[in-house]
């Protein structure tokens, strides 16, 4: 396959984990480029179900090598859990995963902060209180440790200061302050086994792209939460579109052939937020139940609405979207009649597109278009041409209204349901 970037193309939780497992076989590495733990990939192979945070859905496939490219925000502890998770169900990281030593750690400190500018004082996000704010935060304003400074002697050293540094705003805002010895030692500890992974990442893969191997760059969470392009502030810290897979692996632009968007057939989102064709109501419920619609990593409930044309059109714009990978289309299999936004009413106006305020879109009213349904599962179906032609119909509906390709079609959480349509 060649070079291709895969991104979400909503708020996150597109299913991106089960359509990077299935891309996996086609590629030599998987590159994450953006986010850290925050994200909660998950991938059903069998009767085993793996939620993967950090490492690239890429390890489970033998052989392929994956990395946690410069873009990251790392959380060393999550990690190495993480990584002794899937050692036990016999998949070894080693000499397959390589940690850039430029990608940003994530500190106790970072989470504390998090957690407290959650709390109510300041405006709330809703996030996964994973400290990726602060983290980024750390990296733009430049006071922050990368993954290389753990292999520095002076890294307790550093460290030990930056804890101090954040006991004072902790301290000052009345907040539990962090035991400096404890964090010190654990992540020293840490630094140990992790050092056999944290390398120069930007040379390994432009080295292997110059020989001809082939890339996924794995994207998480999703346009709608990118740092400039989503509903700011209600966003993460980095940026989730197509852009970031360049500045989050070191691999140049005119090195990149194909984007996929991942995106579900109707539309969720987690956290605090502008949601315009949210349902408050018992269809919301439906599609929550019917779609497991819980958070991977925090297990909170996702709030559910109808398929929005505009941010899919947003979204394939930004990032240049090749091909959607959609998902999820089986959960819509009970609904009698499906709504598709296609555009929005807003103080007396249509708009077309993503207005740069939340408020503004706060605001916005979707204009709707009814689409029958098929009132069939579709979740056994393995083959596109086998779909009930009303499902075919809402999907291909889809795909003009937005003007991108059906790549992948995916209907059920096993790697059989994933309809392979020009991928
Ligand atoms: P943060 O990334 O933890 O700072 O959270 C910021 C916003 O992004 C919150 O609304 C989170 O719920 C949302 N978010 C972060 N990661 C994910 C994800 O992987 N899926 C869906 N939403 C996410």
Not at 11 to 35: C, H, T
Not at 87 to 108: H, N, W
Not at 118 to 139: F, L, M, Q, W
Request: glycine content about 12%; proline content about 4%; charged content about 25%.
């Amino acid at each position: 396959m060649a070079n291709t970037v895969l991104i979400g193309a909503q708020w996150g939780d597109e299913g991106k984990g089960k359509v990077i497992d299935v891309l996996s076989n086609k590629v030599d590495i998987v590159a994450r480029f953006q986010g850290g733990n925050n994200a909660g990939h998950t991938v059903k192979i069998g009767d085993e179900k793996y939620v993967l945070h950090l490492v690239p859905s890429g390890i489970l496939h033998k052989g392929k090598k994956c990395i946690i490219g410069n873009g990251l925000v790392v959380d060393p502890i999550g990690l190495l859990s993480e990584m002794d998770e899937l050692k036990e169900k016999g998949i070894d990281c080693k000499g397959r995963l390589f940690i850039s030593d430029r990608a940003t750690l994530v500190c106790p400190y970072h989470k504390a902060l998090d957690a407290f500018r959650e709390s109510g004082r300041g405006r709330k996000i809703g996030t996964t209180k994973r400290g990726i704010g602060p983290a980024y935060g750390d990296k733009i304003i430049r006071t922050a440790l990368r993954m290389g400074d753990m292999l520095d002697k002076s890294f307790a050293k550093e460290l030990g200061a930056r804890i101090d540094c954040a006991n004072a705003q902790l301290k000052a805002g009345g907040a539990q302050l962090l035991n400096k010895a404890s964090i010190i030692k654990e992540y020293t500890k840490a630094a140990k086994r992790l050092a056999p992974y944290i390398t120069d990442t930007i040379t390994i893969l432009n080295n292997a792209e110059r020989k001809g191997k082939s890339i996924l760059f794995e994207g998480a969470q999703g346009t709608m939460l990118d740092i400039d392009f989503g509903t700011y502030p209600y966003v993460t810290s980095s940026n989730a579109t197509s852009g970031g897979a360049c500045t989050g692996t070191g691999v140049p632009p005119n090195r990149i052939d194909q984007v996929i968007g991942v995106i579900k057939c109707y539309t969720t989102r987690v956290g605090e937020g502008p949601f315009p064709t949210e349902l408050l109501d018992a269809t919301g419920e439906q599609l929550r139940t019917e779609g497991g619609e819980f958070g991977a990593t925090t297990g909170r409930p996702r709030r559910c609405g109808w398929f929005d044309a505009v941010v899919a059109r947003y979204s394939a714009m930004i990032s240049g979207v090749d091909y959607w990978a959609m998902t999820k289309l089986d959960v819509l299999d009970n609904q009698k009649t499906i709504k598709v936004c296609v555009a929005y009413q807003c103080d007396g106006k249509r708009l077309d597109t993503i207005p740069a305020s939340s408020a503004m879109l706060a605001r916005c009213k979707p204009i709707y278009k009814s689409i029958a349904g098929w009132n069939t599962s579709t979740k056994e179906v393995t083959r596109y041409k086998d779909l009930p032609p009303k499902a075919k119909k809402y999907v291909e509906y889809l795909c003009k209204i937005t003007g991108v390709k059906l790549g992948i079609l995916s209907v059920g959480a096993k790697r059989e349901s994933t309809l392979r349509i020009a991928l």
